[in-house]
């Protein structure tokens, strides 16, 4: 069965770096199928997607986030990773990696309809950033 | 861009149906693509409950639905129960760089 596993320090220092595991069971991360992903949901807020990588080495970020984001795979591990420089107080939140399927397809009037779903997802870590 | 409206809190009584909008823009919730939904509970991770716009997973109640019409997408639930109590995300995909979530909306069963 597939699971998925948050792990990494739950506390950090303003302008440090955030670093998060995520170790997959059940399923290789190098499946061509599949996004790899980090989304987070601050307190009080809503969900966040914070960007996603294909076992290519492919990686998409939020706009809003890509000049800290970096997420990388390691197929020896089956883990995949986020870093996130520079961290302040807004970046406390609980960060959940997930399995995200994303593609297109052409309708009948060949329009181009893109979809994406996040299933499953791990349990979440809660990271405060904090001095 | 910026995140999907959706209201903060719904509530309904045992039995009854509640639907919650996930308003965006012809942009994102108003293009061809299509939309996801999340449950939440409090502590937990958010579980995929609906996918492409209006499909439910294997294991997922048939009391859940999902639609689109315009710039906005809807999840009704009907025959509501004390276990659907909840946070609940729309997610549209909008292109390969941006995916954007609701703010989430709080069911109350009363």
């Known amino acids: 069965q597939l699971h998925l596993q948050e792990s990494g320090p739950r506390l950090v220092k303003p302008s440090e770096t955030l670093s998060l595991i995520c170790t997959v069971s059940?399923?290789?991360?190098?499946?061509?199928?599949?996004?790899w992903s980090w989304i987070r949901r601050a307190p009080g807020k809503g969900l966040e997607w914070i960007g996603s990588?294909?076992?290519?080495?492919?990686?998409y970020y939020s706009s809003s986030l890509r000049s800290r984001v970096t997420i990388s795979l390691d197929t020896s591990k089956n883990q995949f990773s986020l870093s996130l420089t520079s961290a302040t107080p807004a970046d406390t939140a609980v960060y959940y990696c997930?399995?995200?399927?994303?593609?297109?397809?052409?309708?009948?009037?060949?329009?181009?309809?893109?979809?994406?779903?996040?299933?499953?997802w791990g349990q979440g870590a809660l990271v405060t950033v904090s001095s | 861009q910026s995140a999907l409206t959706q209201p903060a809190s719904v509530s309904g009584s045992p039995a009854q149906s509640i639907t919650i909008s996930c308003t965006g823009t012809?942009?994102?919730?108003?293009?061809?693509?299509?939309v996801s939904w999340y449950q939440q509970y409090p502590g937990t991770a958010p579980k995929l409950i609906i996918y492409?716009?209006?499909k439910r997973p294997s294991g997922i109640s048939d009391r859940f639905s999902g639609s689109k019409s315009g710039n906005t997408a809807s999840l009704t639930i009907s025959g509501l129960r004390a276990e659907d109590e909840a946070d609940y995300f729309c997610?549209?995909?909008?292109?390969?760089?941006?995916?954007?979530f609701g703010g989430g909306t709080k069911l109350t069963v009363l």
């Open positions: 997930a399995r995200e399927t994303r593609a297109y397809f052409y309708d009948n009037n060949d329009h181009k309809v893109g979809y994406n779903r996040f299933d499953p």
């Open positions: 059940g399923v290789s991360i190098s499946d061509s199928t599949y996004y």
């Open positions: 990588m294909f076992y290519s080495g492919t990686t």
């Open positions: 012809s942009d994102d919730v108003g293009t061809d693509n299509l």
């Open positions: 492409d716009t209006n």
């Open positions: 997610c549209s995909y909008v292109d390969m760089t941006t995916v954007l």
